[in-house]
């Protein structure tokens, strides 16, 4: 089944648009003093750029329902109210991993030639609990990364349910 990352959809959008198009999706490239953001507001802009992606996610839903071509969908700018207009026809589900020190550990694993990401992953930490919390109030499923031995499983009975 394809993988769809919604992060590359953003690049994508910010190659065919400005600033002046879409402000919120080019801000990390023209305020520099955003990077200095608390982790809260950095959160807040987040959801702000997965909101103004919305329309272009639908319609990839939209299309891929049409065609009956299944597709996994994943990344930080997917919201989990975002197929919540489709029905059974669309299954959601957050990942959730809340743990500063491990998402630090994971970042170090993923990139072992930068320094510890520390305010990184406190920002992490935090959009995972709005994520959690947005999924809970629409019934989304919550599942704890941890243990990966069995987290696709873990994900899979989530989904069926």
Do not use: C
Request: proline share 8%; no cysteine.
């Amino acid at each position: 089944m394809p993988l769809a990352e919604v992060d590359d959809m953003v690049t994508v959008v910010k190659a065919l648009t400005t600033p002046e198009q879409q402000p919120a999706l080019h801000l990390w490239d023209t305020d520099i003093a955003a990077r200095q953001w608390p982790p809260a507001r950095i959160v807040e802009h987040t959801i702000a750029v997965a909101e103004a992606m919305r329309p272009g996610i639908e319609a990839v839903i939209t299309d891929h329902i049409e065609s009956a071509a299944p597709i996994v969908m994943e990344g930080d700018y997917l919201l989990p109210d975002f197929a919540a207009g489709f029905g059974d026809r669309v299954r959601t589900v957050v990942i959730s991993e809340p743990d500063e020190d491990q998402i630090v550990a994971n970042y170090l694993s993923r990139e072992p030639g930068a320094a510890e990401q520390r305010f990184r992953a406190i920002v992490s930490a935090r959009f995972d609990a709005a994520l959690s919390i947005r999924a809970a109030r629409i019934g989304v499923p919550v599942v704890p990364a941890r243990p990966w031995s069995d987290n696709l499983d873990r994900v899979d009975a989530a989904l069926r349910r």
